[in-house]
């Protein structure tokens, strides 16, 4: 934060510390909040495990769902519908801006949301996963999608590479998925890991592009380091340079350091996002440069904070606007990491994953929203309503 560091500790004691530490006179009220993240958290976290299915729209998700009910859902079922903001209200957690902004930033990486609009029940669980432990992937997100690949064909199934569906055309029976190459593929069942707009384009219809504030854009610097004599570093950093206005392209940054190995071990890559409307970048191309170098300088300002002399040891730096996640991604209007979890989109609210007859979305606009792991989770989902319409028997 502009004048102080915080490390975010995993052990909660520790952390109760470091938080009186950090932020000395802040009233009671956070402390009563930070056991209520805990206890909230570690409930949903637990629910989460149990991999429930929602919304509850047929028979089969309460059959899933029924698998998370045990007494303690009594601790997260209160808080369905409320705010974080509206918890930590009822808890006293108000009177310190710097604490306020601290949950603020926490809350924004993990939720798209800050505390006064943020779903309670999620903003327990983001602000409790962190302390569970920060990872990240071994050779990164390839290395992720390089493993459910040889998964999926030691099952027997089949991946193509740069083989994009263009078109998905109803048939007697199922689809077909026209490729980009022309090549027809015809299936009983489809899952379509994209947005619902890209669902949409897919089925040449008007895509529904996310309203303003339903959804984030995120702007990265890519930076390639000599790191030649730096001391080892904390891998994960947020940077907030701007308490007042913490949704402001630029004012909070994450920056995620990863050192080399072997022969590159003094070669690190760093990236550094922040969230932005993707509006801000829908101008002409002029404004648009002007835009980019203006961010980079600011996520160029962040990374200082944890390693000063980074100017004179950049190797490469590149930086990503919306428009290259739509390009690259195929996200349409370049919105990236799911819904913004606010009460109303968030467990028995979540928009649905059944897009059609034999069809079903899969990704971080369904239940359960946002991340990787929330990902993964409807990924299951959508292979266990595909895989029951088969006649199959799901193995989760
Ligand atoms: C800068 C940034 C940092 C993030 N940091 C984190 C983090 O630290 N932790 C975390 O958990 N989450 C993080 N996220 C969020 C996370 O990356 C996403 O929520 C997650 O990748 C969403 O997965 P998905 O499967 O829904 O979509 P995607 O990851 O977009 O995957 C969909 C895939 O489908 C492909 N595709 C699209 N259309 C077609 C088509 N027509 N034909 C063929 N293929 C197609 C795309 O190319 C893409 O590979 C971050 C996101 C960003 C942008």
């Not at 592009?209 to 984030?216: Q, R, V």
Request: hydrophobic residues 45%; glycine residues 12%; contains cysteine.
């Amino acid at each position: 934060m502009p004048d102080r560091t915080v490390p975010y500790l995993a052990d909660h004691a520790a952390w109760a510390a470091e938080f009186e530490r950090s932020f000395p006179g802040a009233p009671a009220g956070y402390r009563r909040f930070w056991r209520w993240v805990r206890l909230v958290g570690g409930e949903v976290y637990r629910i989460g495990g149990t991999l429930p299915s929602f919304p509850l729209e047929r028979p089969a998700d309460v059959r899933r769902s029924l698998r998370a009910v045990r007494p303690q859902l009594a601790l997260a079922a209160p808080w369905l519908f409320a705010t974080v903001g509206r918890v930590k209200q009822l808890l006293g957690a108000r009177g310190s801006a710097e604490a306020d902004a601290l949950i603020d930033a926490l809350l924004l990486d993990a939720t798209g949301a800050t505390a006064s609009d943020c779903s309670a029940v999620q903003g327990g669980i983001a602000l409790d996963l962190y302390r569970r432990g920060c990872q990240w992937v071994d050779g990164g997100t390839g290395a992720l999608a390089m493993r459910l690949v040889r998964a999926i064909r030691s099952f027997g199934g089949e991946v193509r590479f740069a083989a994009g569906v263009a078109r998905l055309v109803r048939e007697r029976g199922g689809w077909t998925l026209v490729l980009d190459s022309g090549e027809r593929v015809t299936a009983r069942a489809v899952v379509a890991n994209v947005p619902p707009a890209g669902l949409d384009l897919l089925l040449g219809r008007p895509p529904r592009i996310p309203k303003p504030g339903e959804a984030w854009g995120a702007f990265v610097l890519h930076l390639g380091i000599d790191a030649s004599g730096l001391a080892p570093l904390h891998p994960f950093h947020q940077v907030v340079a701007d308490t007042a206005d913490l949704e402001r392209a630029g004012a909070n940054a994450l920056v995620s350091i990863y050192p080399g190995r072997g022969a590159r071990a003094h070669r690190w890559s760093i990236s550094v996002s922040t969230h932005v409307q993707p509006a801000e970048f829908a101008v002409p191309p002029g404004q648009a440069c002007g835009r980019r170098a203006e961010l980079e300088r600011q996520l160029l300002a962040a990374v200082r904070r944890v390693i000063p002399d980074v100017d004179r040891r950049i190797l490469l730096l590149r930086s990503a606007t919306p428009a290259t996640y739509q390009r690259f991604t195929g996200r349409p209007g370049g919105f990236v990491g799911g819904l913004r979890q606010v009460p109303s989109v968030v467990a028995l609210r979540a928009p649905s994953r059944r897009a059609g007859p034999q069809l079903w979305l899969a990704g971080d606009h369904t239940f359960p929203g946002q991340g990787t792991v929330g990902t993964a989770l409807s990924g299951i989902n959508a292979a266990r309503d595909a895989l029951e319409f088969l006649g199959k028997e799901p193995p989760l």
